[in-house]
């Protein structure tokens, strides 16, 4: 069993920055692909980011890459999103997901977070 909360979500203006927390409880933390996932008001969850179990592999949603980095401290079952450059595109609920194998759908993922809002403003 794995629990996850996040944190770290607010508002923030565009080309502002924000770094979102995942802090996840349980001892098969390290064996799980850990990644994030949002939903934006009206419209379905999709991927963002995903790391491999060690950190050593890393994917990135194309509409955010080069923006986001995704990273991982197994030693304090947390994993992190340093997001830069905010469009108000980004605004959206950010969900932590633990998931069985290194993807980017949500079928693979085996645990969620409770979420935190993102808002970005003009």
């Known amino acids: 069993q794995v629990q996850l909360v996040e944190s770290g979500g607010g508002l923030v203006q565009a080309g502002g920055s924000l770094r979102l927390s995942c802090a996840a409880s349980g001892r098969t933390f390290s064996s799980y692909a850990m990644g994030w996932f949002r939903q934006a008001p009206g419209k379905e969850r999709e991927f963002v980011a995903v790391?491999?179990?060690?950190?050593?592999?890393?994917y990135y949603a194309d509409s955010v890459k080069g923006r986001f980095t995704i990273s991982r401290d197994n030693a304090k079952n947390a994993v992190y999103l340093q997001m830069n450059s905010l469009k108000p595109e980004d605004t959206a609920v950010y969900y932590c997901?633990?998931?069985?194998?290194?993807?980017?759908?949500?079928?693979?993922?085996?645990?969620w977070g409770v979420g935190t809002l993102v808002t970005v403003s003009s």
């Open positions: 790391s491999s179990w060690s950190g050593g592999s890393t």
């Open positions: 997901a633990a998931l069985v194998r290194l993807g980017v759908y949500a079928r693979d993922v085996h645990y």
